[in-house]
């Protein structure tokens, strides 16, 4: 859903509050809850775009193929981007969101709890919003010796078009603190599409291999995404 900030006055005393946050189906909605608040919504902004920096959690962990997050985290470079993973079927939190090498599809971490879950119910991720992430920083964690990783992400809510991310990409706010050339349209995609990928692949190895260890899900995704790649190539052959 948008995310609407309201200006206005308190309807009790006439002063002028706070600009405050409402997320809402529609501007109507968001003015009903305003009114709901004892404020006037005599200035609405609406944002359709949201990007945020988070630092990757879980990147002491190893992954299920046994590589080292650590020393995956060691090899990823600033502003190289990476994927977000859907992982519907996580046993302790059905909103996680892994975070993975694009290049190899190896997992980093997830996104923090707390972020994961806004990205899922209040952005929609779902429902066909869009995405790009970047590594923004590499650098030992505070109080540790564990490298950590940061993130910038930003995120598209569902029936945002393509000039409505350029402008937020291009806003003078995003560019001072990001950088001009940090993430590019070109960049975004589905976040739920390598999720489908990746469900789908693993019923499949359930049904036909039962035995067998299963693979990082991050890696099957990529795997998965080549093979549909090679598929298409040859029909057009």
Request: a positive charge; one cysteine or more.
């Amino acid at each position: 859903m948008p995310e609407y900030w309201i200006i206005g006055k308190s309807l009790r005393t006439g002063k002028t509050l706070q600009p405050k946050r409402y997320i809402a189906s529609s501007e109507a909605d968001a003015i009903a809850s305003a009114k709901d608040d004892g404020r006037t919504a005599d200035s609405i902004r609406v944002r359709s775009v949201v990007s945020f920096n988070d630092e990757v959690a879980g990147v002491s962990h190893k992954n299920s193929d046994n590589s080292s997050r650590q020393k995956l985290i060691r090899e990823t470079k600033r502003h190289e981007p990476v994927l977000l993973i859907r992982e519907t079927a996580n046993k302790h939190d059905a909103n996680a969101i892994a975070v993975c090498r694009r290049s190899d599809g190896r997992q980093l971490g997830y996104l923090p709890a707390q972020r994961a879950k806004q990205i899922v119910n209040v952005l929609l991720c779902d429902q066909g919003a869009r995405y790009a992430a970047i590594c923004s920083s590499v650098g030992q964690m505070e109080r540790s010796e564990l490298l950590g990783l940061e993130l910038l992400v930003v995120v598209a809510i569902p029936g945002t078009t393509d000039d409505e991310i350029q402008k937020h990409l291009g806003s003078k706010e995003f560019m001072e603190s990001n950088g001009s050339k940090a993430i590019r349209l070109a960049n975004f995609q589905r976040l739920d599409a390598t999720d489908k990928v990746t469900q789908s692949l693993k019923r499949q190895g359930n049904k036909s291999e039962p035995k067998k260890k299963e693979a990082s899900g991050c890696l099957i995704a990529v795997v998965a995404i080549l093979a549909s790649a090679t598929a298409i190539f040859a029909a057009i052959q």
